[in-house]
């Protein structure tokens, strides 16, 4: 019975160091929301990451898991949402996230304009039996068994035991929207809320223009402190917003807002200004459903400073994740700082995947 929290990753350099952990099953990494899935006869119930409930917000995977999954079990896996035309189909992690919304008329429009689907990748229940004890090998084959000949829209992924077969996902599948691989040791037990599963994520550099910051929660006019750096790259002139990098220590936060400092302007005189009155929902800072509540203004900066950021792979115009902050580039130009430098990756069909789970 829910609440039941999920397996856990850590991260590793790469494929071949995840392999000699042992023996290992690797799956290709879903770029969605975690979800359990409870089934018990007609009632269900979809739990995210840390247990909160997902079930209202899709209605067509409660629809498919009353048709397509064991009539009592408890699945571990993802929800995604795949849009493109055929033949292109990719994850599209901002589109899931507008799944999210408190109408239900808007649940049930987006339920049908962009459907979402569910993989399912480790198996906790099945019937009155409980598997989280028993070894990855096990579970994996039961699961494969009960989910036998489901095509959509709940899915089984697709695994190996050959690590180069898992390095050619790692590179292949970025072009369906994928952001890695995860390894799972053939021994283990499921262990809730530990890590116990191996991350294998893209890893990639940019130079990116600093053009603002958000002070830290902590931060006092006696003691300010910066938060994060607000970044972007320029298309055709005009500069785009693009990420954020944070993860600072104390020190150096006081450091970067003393630093930065002598670069504070005016947002009037600044290249997001005019987007405050033309375009305001790409302006950073203003609010959204997803930060209600939040404390999103910026201290802008006029964009004379480039930085060197790591990131693993972007969602759309932007980066997925947070960027970590690597080195100032001072013999850069910041208008030359712009989306041609950053690597894309071939297309690859979603569907081929799927396919073959």
């Given at each position: 019975m829910p609440p039941v929290l999920p397996m856990l990753a850590k991260p590793v350099a790469s494929v071949?160091?995840?392999?000699?952990?042992?023996?290992?099953?690797?799956?290709?990494?879903?770029?969605?929301?975690?979800?359990?899935?409870?089934?018990?006869?007609?009632?269900?119930?979809?739990?995210?990451?840390?247990?909160?409930?997902?079930?209202?917000?899709?209605?067509?995977?409660?629809?498919?898991?009353?048709?397509?999954?064991?009539?009592?079990?408890?699945l571990d896996g993802e929800l995604f949402v795949a849009r493109g035309e055929p033949g292109q189909q990719r994850l599209e992690f901002e589109v899931l996230q507008e799944r999210i919304h408190p109408a239900e008329s808007r649940i049930n429009l987006l339920s049908e304009q962009t459907p979402a689907g569910f993989v399912a990748f480790d198996l906790l229940a099945l019937g009155d039996t409980a598997w989280v004890e028993r070894p990855l090998r096990e579970r994996r084959t039961a699961l494969a068994e009960a989910l036998a000949g489901v095509d959509g829209p709940c899915h089984l992924?697709?695994?190996?035991?050959?690590?180069?077969?898992?390095?050619?996902?790692?590179?292949?599948?970025?072009?369906?929207?994928?952001?890695?691989?995860?390894?799972?040791?053939?021994?283990?037990?499921?262990?809730?809320?530990?890590?116990?599963?191996?991350?294998?994520?893209?890893?990639?550099?940019?130079d990116v223009v600093v053009a603002g910051y958000r002070e830290h929660k902590t931060s006092t006019p006696e003691n300010p402190l910066l938060g994060s750096l607000l970044l972007g790259l320029y298309d055709e002139g005009r500069l785009q917003h693009i990420g954020v990098s944070a993860s600072f220590t104390a020190a150096r936060r006081a450091e970067l807002i003393t630093e930065l400092r002598p670069l504070v302007c005016d947002i009037a005189d600044h290249p997001w200004g005019e987007w405050m009155i033309a375009n305001p929902d790409r302006v950073p800072g203003t609010q959204s459903r997803w930060s209600a509540g939040k404390d999103l203004s910026f201290t802008p900066l006029r964009p004379e400073r480039v930085l060197e950021v790591g990131y693993d792979h972007m969602e759309g115009r932007r980066f997925r994740h947070t960027a970590q902050f690597k080195r100032w580039r001072p013999d850069r130009d910041p208008e030359s700082c712009g989306y041609d430098q950053l690597e894309q990756p071939a297309r690859y069909d979603l569907a081929t995947i799927l396919g073959n789970g």
């Amino acid at each position: 019975m829910p609440p039941v929290l999920p397996m856990l990753a850590k991260p590793v350099a790469s494929v071949a160091a995840a392999a000699t952990k042992g023996s290992m099953l690797f799956e290709p990494k879903w770029d969605g929301f975690r979800c359990i899935v409870f089934k018990d006869g007609d009632e269900v119930e979809l739990a995210s990451r840390n247990t909160k409930p997902l079930t209202r917000y899709f209605p067509e995977i409660v629809a498919a898991a009353r048709e397509q999954l064991p009539d009592r079990c408890v699945l571990d896996g993802e929800l995604f949402v795949a849009r493109g035309e055929p033949g292109q189909q990719r994850l599209e992690f901002e589109v899931l996230q507008e799944r999210i919304h408190p109408a239900e008329s808007r649940i049930n429009l987006l339920s049908e304009q962009t459907p979402a689907g569910f993989v399912a990748f480790d198996l906790l229940a099945l019937g009155d039996t409980a598997w989280v004890e028993r070894p990855l090998r096990e579970r994996r084959t039961a699961l494969a068994e009960a989910l036998a000949g489901v095509d959509g829209p709940c899915h089984l992924t697709r695994t190996t035991e050959n690590p180069d077969e898992a390095h050619a996902w790692f590179t292949e599948f970025e072009g369906a929207g994928f952001d890695g691989v995860i390894a799972k040791p053939l021994d283990a037990a499921y262990q809730p809320n530990q890590r116990t599963m191996l991350k294998v994520k893209h890893a990639r550099t940019a130079d990116v223009v600093v053009a603002g910051y958000r002070e830290h929660k902590t931060s006092t006019p006696e003691n300010p402190l910066l938060g994060s750096l607000l970044l972007g790259l320029y298309d055709e002139g005009r500069l785009q917003h693009i990420g954020v990098s944070a993860s600072f220590t104390a020190a150096r936060r006081a450091e970067l807002i003393t630093e930065l400092r002598p670069l504070v302007c005016d947002i009037a005189d600044h290249p997001w200004g005019e987007w405050m009155i033309a375009n305001p929902d790409r302006v950073p800072g203003t609010q959204s459903r997803w930060s209600a509540g939040k404390d999103l203004s910026f201290t802008p900066l006029r964009p004379e400073r480039v930085l060197e950021v790591g990131y693993d792979h972007m969602e759309g115009r932007r980066f997925r994740h947070t960027a970590q902050f690597k080195r100032w580039r001072p013999d850069r130009d910041p208008e030359s700082c712009g989306y041609d430098q950053l690597e894309q990756p071939a297309r690859y069909d979603l569907a081929t995947i799927l396919g073959n789970g």
